[in-house]
């Protein structure tokens, strides 16, 4: 009896070893952990713009208008960066931070609870977008929910492949969806909020240059400095829009060349380097305009 314990430890030891083998090769975790990690930081940095967008277009018009003539403004002060569409583009900009960060948890051997938690996370940003953005299923959420619990609770490096392999390219219409939303938003030549955001900053500075060429005052002419100051500021985040667009378009490939980098020995996709420099050189930019 005890020689057959022995004999079914040692086999169950090597199914396991057997099966660890099969998970990712060293090129493919670091493929997927750069990916995830640059999505994360995207999503992150992104979900911030929005936000910083709208208090800055706030800013701007609040400015212009004391600037104006009484009554020469009655549009409101948050311009086309109202709440509710604010809101749903830090939902889309949170879902792929989320994606990212369920990537990462898979491919760094987390704990199995703080993998479910990134599950979780993952599928309830998906589930809060708006209806017109969402495109994963109930039940394909659900079963990729049971991938990462299968995935946390056996601490099998094959099954944290196989759990991988099937997620990302479910994810592909959902995060390309998502990328070309963003990529529209941040657009400063497109008709979306970038533009909006430009624009707003346009109409400041010629504001502002005007009310200066005409003060007969000192109080109108420091409004006024501070005024041209701030527009210029807020020009100055074309690069940055410029960038976030850039980086959403090439998260979409990126996702692409990652469901066929995992499943290929060899990681030669330009659209996965290319992607993180990217991503790398917009959390540059943010940084040194903050």
Not at 17 to 20: C, H, R
Not at 140 to 146: C, H, I, S, T, Y
């Given at each position: 009896?005890h020689?057959i314990?022995?004999?079914s430890?040692?086999t169950?030891?090597l199914?396991l070893?057997?099966?660890?083998a099969?998970?990712?090769?060293?090129?493919?975790r670091a493929?997927?952990?750069?990916?995830?990690?640059?999505?994360?930081?995207l999503?992150e940095?992104t979900?911030?713009?929005f936000?910083?967008?709208r208090d800055?277009?706030?800013r701007?018009?609040?400015a212009?208008?004391?600037l104006?003539?009484?009554?020469?403004h009655?549009e409101?002060?948050e311009?086309?960066f109202?709440?509710?569409d604010v809101?749903?583009?830090t939902?889309?900009?949170d879902t792929l931070?989320?994606?990212?960060e369920?990537?990462?948890a898979l491919?760094d051997?987390t704990q199995?609870?703080e993998?479910?938690t990134?599950?979780?996370?993952?599928v309830a940003s998906v589930?809060g977008?708006?209806?017109?953005?969402?495109k994963l299923s109930?039940?394909?959420?659900?079963?990729?929910?049971?991938?990462v619990?299968?995935?946390?609770?056996l601490?099998?490096e094959?099954?944290r492949k196989?759990?991988?392999?099937q997620?990302?390219?479910?994810a592909?219409?959902?995060v390309a969806?998502l990328c070309d939303l963003l990529?529209?938003?941040f657009?400063?030549?497109?008709v979306?909020l970038?533009?909006?955001y430009?624009?707003?900053a346009?109409?400041l500075r010629?504001?502002?240059d005007?009310?200066?060429?005409?003060a007969?005052?000192?109080?109108?002419?420091?409004?006024a400095?501070?005024?041209y100051?701030?527009a210029?500021t807020?020009?100055?985040?074309?690069?940055?829009?410029?960038?976030?667009?850039?980086?959403?378009t090439q998260?979409k490939?990126a996702?692409?060349?990652l469901?066929?980098?995992?499943t290929?020995d060899e990681?030669?996709s330009?659209?996965?380097?290319?992607?993180a420099?990217?991503?790398k050189?917009?959390?540059?930019?943010?940084?040194v305009?903050?």
């Open positions: 009896m020689r314990l022995l004999r430890r040692a169950l030891i199914v070893l057997a099966a660890s099969c998970g990712l090769t060293t090129p493919q493929a997927v952990r750069n990916f995830s990690q640059a999505t994360a930081a999503g940095a979900s911030g713009q936000v910083q967008m800055d277009v706030i701007m018009n609040t212009r208008r004391e104006a003539a009484p009554g020469a009655g409101p002060l311009g086309a109202a709440f509710k809101i749903a583009r939902q889309a900009a931070r989320d994606y990212g369920l990537l990462q491919v051997d199995e609870k993998l479910q990134a599950s979780d996370k993952f589930r977008l708006p209806d017109a953005d969402k109930d039940a394909q959420l659900a079963a990729m929910g049971k991938l619990q299968m995935a946390g609770g601490w099998i094959k099954v196989d759990a991988i392999k997620i990302v390219p479910q592909d219409l959902q969806v990529a529209a938003d657009d400063p030549d497109g979306h970038g533009a909006g430009v624009l707003t346009n109409r010629t504001t502002a005007t009310s200066l060429k005409r007969s005052n000192p109080e109108t002419r420091a409004a400095t501070a005024a100051q701030l210029e807020s020009r100055a985040r074309r690069d940055v829009l410029s960038r976030a667009g850039a980086a959403a998260l490939a996702n692409k060349a469901s066929e980098a995992i290929s990681i030669t330009d659209d996965l380097k290319s992607y420099t990217t991503v050189t917009l959390i540059d930019t943010i940084k305009l903050h």
